[in-house]
Structure formats: structure tokens, C-alpha cells
Nanobody, 126 residues
Framework: QVQLVESGGGLVQAGGSLRLSCAASGGLMFSSYALGWFRQAPGKEREFVAGIGWYSGSITSYADSVKGRFTISRDNVKKTVYLKMNSLKPEDTAVYYC?????????????????WGQGTQVSVSS
């Protein structure tokens, strides 16, 4: 059974940094999957944050709200995808989820994704 497990969330002050990790286990051929990070703030719909394409991960994409502050990367040996978040703002507060689907590039549409993690809470204080 495939599992995605996020970690690295926590409480940080505005302007601070966090690095989220999402480790895959089970039968997932990790390198052949595009990976995405999504987030859901209280009372809001889940939204796309960042995505990275399969294999080398040369194709990346970001929501406008995080462009220039967040960086997505992957390590296929460790079967892990990362989200480095810098210059955090209170509006970045949300539960962050990683997700996987078999595609060249990560889709911003959550219904395209086949596997989801359980989420990790990120809270940014002002």
C-alpha cells in the first residue's frame, strides 16, 4: 500500500522559514510521479501551492502567492519531495498536503492526483 507522509510543519514567526518533507513508501515508483504541494486554510478550499515533474524534476510550477518565496525539490533515491518556505507570512497558515500523480508535469488540479498524504500544520504568527 502506498503512503505519503508529510513532516516538518510547525509554528514560526512571520519572516521565518520552514522545510516540509513528504516521504513515499510502498509500491510507488516514485520517480515516475509528478508531485504537488497543496494547502488548506481554515474556512477555505484547498489550493495548489507548488508542483514538480517526474524523474529529474526539471519542470516546476508555483502559485503566484508563493512564487519567489517557496522552492519545491525532490530526491528520488530517498523517495522524498520537499517544500522550502522562506519569508513566511501569516496568510501561509494552513494544513499542507503532498500528493502524487503519474504525469510529466504536476497539475494544479487536485482531482488529477492519485495519492495524498495526511497533511502537516504550518502556523505563521504575526
Amino acid at each position: 500500500q502506498v503512503q505519503l507522509v508529510e513532516s516538518g510543519g510547525g509554528l514560526v514567526q512571520a519572516g521565518g522559514s520552514l522545510r516540509l518533507s513528504c516521504a513515499a513508501s510502498g509500491g510507488l515508483m516514485f520517480s515516475s510521479y509528478a508531485l504537488g504541494w497543496f494547502r488548506q486554510a481554515p474556512g477555505k478550499e484547498r489550493e495548489f501551492v507548488a508542483g514538480i515533474g517526474w524523474y529529474s524534476g526539471s519542470i516546476t510550477s508555483y502559485a503566484d502567492s508563493v512564487k519567489g518565496r517557496f522552492t519545491i525539490s525532490r530526491d528520488n533515491v530517498k523517495k522524498t519531495v520537499y517544500l522550502k518556505m522562506n519569508s513566511l507570512k501569516p496568510e501561509d497558515t494552513a494544513v499542507y498536503y503532498c500528493a502524487a500523480h503519474r504525469a510529466l508535469a504536476a497539475s494544479p488540479k487536485e482531482y488529477e492526483y492519485e495519492q495524498w498524504g495526511q497533511g502537516t500544520q504550518v502556523s505563521v504568527s504575526s
